[in-house]
T-cell receptor, first 111, second 115 residues
Framework: QKEVEQDPGPLSVPEGAIVSLNCTYS??????FMWYRQYSRKGPELLMY????GNKEDGRFTAQVDKSSKYISLFIRDSQPSDSATYLC???????????FGKGTKLSVIP | SQTIHQWPATLVQPVGSPLSLECTVE??????LYWYRQAAGRGLQLLFY??????ISSEVPQNLSASRPQDRQFILSSKKLLLSDSGFYLC??????????????FGDGTRLSIL
């Protein structure tokens, strides 16, 4: 079983829609959770970083962590064409120097 | 604020040629440094990481090597490139406070094509 599972999409939504992106993980020792946004031909950019269960909000973005279900989500409200990118979840390596990344979900927001 | 620089942005090399990709970080000291390769549909593959000068850990046996000659400099090298070395190479840094509970911050990558 892979340590982090992320639906690769692609996901296509109309402008203004609420977007839900998700990852599941298998190792209950994971404690820190991140979401990155990657535009084409660019490096991943950190969007959200959280280490506890519950919600964390930053503008139009909300990160949600459910440690009991080993499930993390990123919600994007009022999606914009500029949100079109690949979104990667990342989880700390449970006692290592590494992060474990999902493979990314490609999102397109259609004007 | 911290910044990370990678160069070159794009590189086309013949098979069998050497490689040197450089990454530098500004605005922080003693960072953890990482080299990744990203292939379509395969996600981010960690190649090397370093927690200090001269300290390199390799994750994947391959045709590549890494060095960290200075605190904020990380170099990815190869003596003879293979076709399979083509890909998008990303450097990242994280605060070196210990284990991986710190987010990583990425450069804009080098797109390497081997002909």
């Amino acid at each position: 079983q892979k340590e982090v599972e992320q639906d690769p999409g692609p996901l296509s939504v109309p402008e203004g829609a609420i977007v839900s992106l998700n990852c599941t993980y298998s190792n209950s020792a994971f404690q820190y959770f991140m979401w990155y946004r990657q535009y084409s031909r660019k490096g991943p950019e950190l969007l959200m970083y959280t280490y506890s269960s519950g919600n964390k909000e930053d503008g139009r973005f909300t990160a949600q962590v459910d440690k009991s279900s080993k499930y993390i989500s990123l919600f994007i409200r009022d999606s914009q064409p500029s949100d079109s990118a690949t979104y990667l979840c990342a989880i700390d390596g449970a006692g290592s120097y590494q992060l474990t990344f999902g493979k990314g979900t490609k999102l397109s927001v259609i004007p | 604020s911290q910044t990370i620089h990678q160069w070159p942005a794009t590189l086309v090399q013949p098979v069998g040629s050497p490689l040197s990709l450089e990454c530098t970080v500004e605005g922080t000291s003693n960072p953890n440094l990482y080299w990744y390769r990203q292939a379509a549909g395969r996600g981010l593959q960690l190649l090397f990481y370093s927690v200090g000068i001269g300290q390199i850990s390799s994750e994947v046996p391959q045709n590549l090597s890494a060095s960290r000659p200075q605190d904020r400099q990380f170099i990815l090298s190869s003596k003879k490139l293979l076709l399979s070395d083509s890909g998008f190479y990303l450097c990242a840094w994280a605060r070196g406070r210990g284990l991986s509970n710190q987010p990583q911050h990425f450069g804009d990558g080098t797109r390497l094509s081997i002909l």
